[in-house]
């Protein structure tokens, strides 16, 4: 697991800046819900698992010599929720090759976290503002 806290800050309307170490994405709604200036957070859920998805297969074939020239992922939610990934290999592959290749791209981490039962707790943290009234802090 990565070691890294990812934070997100309120932006414009739905819009929220996402820091991860030294990398600030975006995410937010189309309109007219919001400003439309990123993926919403679910298009960043597909867009993680599709990633890793790439990277773990082309990590599998490298460490093989495999020939495999490209690997691409698209992933969408279809009519039902459900996640739909298309992986499209291209390259001089062997039958077995293709068949582990795809096994792999069913095992990348991101898959496997969606996949079983995860556990969220979430921490409060409530700031409040003193109350003023005509210049003076009430007492709370």
Do not use: Y
């Not at 739905?14 to 919001?34: N, Y």
């Not at 082309?58 to 969408?76: C, G, I, M, Q, Y």
């Amino acid at each position: 697991m990565s070691a890294r806290t990812v934070s997100v800050e309120e932006g414009p309307r739905l819009a929220r800046s996402i820091t991860v170490g030294p990398h600030t994405l975006t995410a937010d709604e189309p309109q007219p819900i919001s400003t439309d200036t990123g993926p919403t957070p679910k298009e960043l859920l597909l867009a993680a698992l599709g990633s890793c998805t790439s990277m773990t297969v082309r990590a599998f074939a490298d460490r093989h010599s495999w020939p495999l020239d490209h690997v691409e992922v698209a992933v969408r939610f279809d009519a039902q929720g459900q996640i739909v990934k298309n992986v499209q290999l291209t390259g001089d592959l062997e039958p077995d090759h293709i068949r582990q290749l795809l096994a792999v791209a069913g095992r990348c981490p991101v898959q496997r976290l969606l996949s079983r039962e995860v556990s969220i707790v979430t921490v409060p943290t409530v700031l409040t503002r003193p109350r003023v009234s005509r210049g003076r802090t009430l007492p709370g």
